[in-house]
Nanobody
Framework: VQLQASGGGLVLPGGSLRLSCAAS????????VGWFRQAPGKEREFVAA????????YYADPVKGRFTLSRDNVKNTVYLQMNTLKPEDTAIYYC???????????????????WGQGTLVTVSS
């Protein structure tokens, strides 16, 4: 499967963005999809994930209540709705997919086989 992340941009604190992770080559419904982010000088960190079966979702504590994952199987796309954005959310956001992850494996980037190219989110006044 090939992944294309998009939707990043410059937004004011308190604003919203919706990131998209569009899949091609395979049905994205077959995969668990994770979002990760990497800020300058920092390691890549888990943001959110949605499992392939049942659409269970998981969020990192800093984004709980502000970010929401959803999946559109017709458009073969996973969305990350980001609300109430903060300057500390500034990072390059990556989507990743894997077909064989158990729940405990969703939170580590090394466990994903397929990656999109990343989209930059800048939260600044």
């Amino acid at each position: 499967v090939q992944l294309q992340a998009s939707g990043g941009g410059l937004v004011l604190p308190g604003g919203s963005l919706r990131l998209s992770c569009a899949a091609s080559g395979r049905r994205i419904s077959r995969y668990s999809v994770g979002w990760f982010r990497q800020a300058p000088g920092k390691e890549r960190e888990f943001v959110a994930a949605i499992k392939s079966n049942g659409d269970s979702t998981y969020y990192a504590d800093p984004v709980k209540g502000r970010f929401t994952l959803s999946r559109d199987n017709v458009k073969n796309t996973v969305y990350l709705q980001m609300n109430t954005l903060k300057p500390e959310d500034t990072a390059i956001y990556y989507c990743a997919a894997d077909s064989a992850l158990i729940t405990s494996s969703l939170f580590q980037p090394d466990n994903y086989d397929y990656w999109g190219q990343g989209t930059l989110v800048t939260v600044s006044s």
